[in-house]
C-alpha cells in the first residue's frame, strides 16, 4: 500500500474518533534491551509497554505529589522510595503464578519491571510551575532521570546479590548486569490514580472543577485540593466562582482567580499541543526504558492537518507512539 496513502487514513480516522494511536516500531526497536531474544511488533492495550512475545506487564507507579517539600522535589527521600519500589518489583515476578509455561519462562528470563509515575501535575503545581512550560518540562526530565538512575543503580546491587536476569549477554547487551532487562515505563494509572487522589500518569489535571449529579438531582461541586488551598489562601474562593469553573471547564478567562494561578492550574485543553508533545518527548529521553501512555489533547476546532503535525512532531522528538484526541470527537 501506498505509505502516503495509510498515513492520510489513519489521520483522519484520529481527526474523526481518536482511533488509531500510532507505534513507532523503528523507534522502539532501537531501545530494545534485549536484541538477543527478537524485535519489538507490539505493545499492551495503553501502549506503555513494549513486550517480547509472552513477556508480561509489571507495573507500579510512585506518586510525585508526595515528594513536594518546602517548593523543591524531595530527592532524598524519592530516592529510598525507588530503591525499595525496585526490590518490590522485582519480588513480584518470583511472587506471581503464571497462567500459561510460555510466559512464566519469558518473564523469568528478562525480568522486566515497568515502574512509572503519577502525580507529576501535582507535584509541578506545588512547585508552582506551570504544566506546560519550559521549567516544566526541565524538572519532569530530571525526576524521571532520576528515578531511572535509582532504579538502575538498585537493579545492578540485585544483580550481584541474587545473579542478573537469565538471558542478559554481554555481547549484545552493552549495559552493566543488572536485575531487570527493563526498569521503567509511565503507565495511564487511571483507577489507581483516582484512588491516591492525584493526577494520572504524566498527565495534566482534564478538570479542576467538575460537577458530580447526585440522586434527586442535587448537583456537587468536586474541587481540586490545591485549587481550593490557593483559593482561600489567596481570597478568592467562592462558591459562585467555583460553580463558573465547572460550568466553564477551566480556570481560564476568570478574572477572579490571578493570572499566575491561572497559567498554574491550566488544564489539558488548555495546554497547546505541541507542549503535550514535548513534555512525552523529553520524559521519553529522559529515563524511559518502554514507553508512555500519554493524550495529545486537541481542540475541537483543529485540523486534520494538526493532527499530521503532531504524529509527526512526536516522531521527531523520540517518542515510541502517540495518541491524539480531539475534544467533543466521540460521544
Known sequence: LSARMVYDKIVDLAWHNGEPGVLFIDTANKDNMTPQLGDFEATNPCGEQWLLPYESCNLGSINLANFAIKGKVDYERLKEVVRTA????DNVIDCNRFPIPEIKEMTLKTRKIGMGIMGLHDLLIQLEIPYGSEQGRDVASKVMRFIRDAAEERSIELAKEKGSFPAYDSTFNTYQPRRNAALTSIQPTGTVSMIADCGSGCEPYFSIVMVKHVMDGDRLIMVNRYF??????????????MSKVADSGTVMGHEEIPLKWQEIFCTAQDIKPEDHIKMQGILQKSGVDSSISKTINLPNNASRE???????????????GLTVYRDGSRD
Request: overall charge positive; aromatic content about 16%; hydrophobic content about 40%.
Open 306 to 320: 494538526e493532527v499530521k503535525l503532531a504524529y509527526l512532531s512526536g516522531y521527531k522528538l523520540g517518542c515510541k
Open 228 to 241: 481550593e488551598q490557593v483559593a482561600r489562601k489567596e481570597g478568592f474562593y467562592s462558591a459562585e466562582l
Open 86 to 89: 525496585t526490590v518490590f518489583l
